[in-house]
Nanobody, 116 residues
Framework: QVQLVEFGGGVVQPGGSLRLSCAAS????????MAWYRQPPEGGRELVAE???????NYADSVKGRFTITRDNAGNTVYLQMNSLKLEDTAVYYC??????????WGRGVLVIVSS
């Protein structure tokens, strides 16, 4: 079965950096659009960044210029490099894979806390 497992969360000070990884298995990784979503302590789940099978990327306005999404099809992994982290980036970050609207999968999430 399809599994998405996130790594790399933790506690970081404002202005710091973290890199999240999502390892996928049980799927033909290269054909999926991969994305990172996040859910802050008080709020709904929102799209952070996505990367298509053709490596077209899309970012939320709030993270443009600070976050970078990349994928390694050979390693079945998607990454989210997060720089210049802000307090408001505190959230649970989820990995998402989508083939078409009715075929998609979620990871269990990883917690990122930005705190001084």
């Amino acid at each position: 079965q399809v599994q998405l497992v996130e790594f790399g969360g933790g506690v970081v000070q404002p202005g710091g950096s973290l890199r999240l990884s999502c390892a996928a298995s049980g799927m033909i990784f290269s054909v999926y659009t991969m994305a990172w979503y996040r859910q802050p302590p008080e709020g709904g789940r929102e799209l952070v960044a996505e990367i298509s099978s053709g490596e077209t990327t899309n970012y939320a306005d709030s993270v443009k210029g600070r976050f970078t999404i990349t994928r390694d099809n050979a390693g079945n992994t998607v990454y989210l490099q997060m720089n210049s982290l802000k307090l408001e980036d505190t959230a649970v970050y989820y990995c998402h894979a989508k083939l078409i609207d009715d075929i998609d999968y979620w990871g269990r999430g990883v917690l990122v806390i930005v705190s001084s």
